[in-house]
């Protein structure tokens, strides 16, 4: 898909953490969101509480979805994401390790994109309750592309643990 130039997507991010104090990293997170170029956080979830996927052996995970109006392309739009991980902390040890703070691509308008660094949508977002659930608050009649809808794809994470656990309040 090619977008005109200055066009705007709507974007969903998701957001995890489980060091330090997972909601301040993710607050920060959401603030750094908010002042990249071409960019707008128009919503926020609720933060849900969720056991680690991978790796067991760490704490649980708080983990939030951020929509954003943007006009970055994937690409740029990742690139700042790891930017604001690596200001944020985030090292990257070995694959599901504990962390600071984590920021996940999952959808950018209805884009498909396959590259070696960057696959849209998250390639993982529809086995995850705690991708599946903070999205339908903000979008509830999302459709993934090449997945399906999210209201079916949430029905079949619905046996996963998952704990609503309150709001990133500015703060």
Do not use: K, W
Not at 78 to 86: D, K, R, T, W
């Amino acid at each position: 898909m090619t977008d005109a130039p200055g066009a705007v997507a709507r974007a969903y991010v998701g957001l995890g953490a489980n060091l330090g104090d997972p909601m301040v990293q993710m607050r920060a997170a959401v603030a750094a969101l908010g002042h990249l170029p071409a960019t707008t956080v128009v919503g926020v979830s609720s933060v849900y509480r969720s056991a680690p996927v991978g790796y067991l052996e760490q704490p649980d995970f708080c983990n939030a979805v951020v929509a954003l109006d943007t006009g970055l392309s994937p690409q740029a739009l990742l690139a700042a994401l790891l930017a604001i991980e690596q200001e944020g902390g985030r090292t990257r040890e070995f694959r599901n390790a504990p962390r600071l703070i984590d920021l996940d691509l999952l959808l950018h308008g209805d884009r498909v994109v396959d590259e070696p660094d960057l696959t849209v949508p998250h390639p993982r977002m529809v086995d995850r309750a705690f991708v599946l659930l903070p999205l339908a608050e903000l979008d509830p009649g999302c459709v993934v592309p090449g997945a399906g809808a999210l209201s079916v794809l949430a029905g079949a994470v619905s046996a996963q643990p998952i704990e609503r656990i309150g709001v990133l309040a500015p703060g």
